[in-house]
């Protein structure tokens, strides 16, 4: 799965080893009870279930916010690659 392009794994992979228990974000859906298969089906998920995760399973008030800090994580990361 990917995000504008970007695989799941790779955006949000380093923000949920550092902020969950989990050791990926498919092991983070699944234990969260969310499943999907193509990015348009991630699209349908109800907004109020990811936020909930984020909120159980992060420090994080809602799903946005878990995803701005992962969007921010790999920013950071690919200026200092490029240097």
Do not use: H
Request: aromatic share 14%; net charge negative; glycine share 4%.
């Amino acid at each position: 799965m990917a995000t504008y392009g970007i695989p799941y794994s790779d955006l949000y992979n380093p923000v949920v080893n550092e902020y969950t228990r989990f050791v990926s974000i498919g092991e983070m859906f699944e234990i969260g009870g969310i499943n999907f298969d193509s990015p348009e089906e991630f699209k349908d998920i109800a907004r109020a279930r990811l936020d909930a995760l984020a909120r159980t399973e992060t420090p994080f008030d809602s799903w946005q916010e878990f995803t701005a800090a992962a969007a921010k994580k790999r920013i950071c990361q690919q200026l200092r690659s490029s240097r």
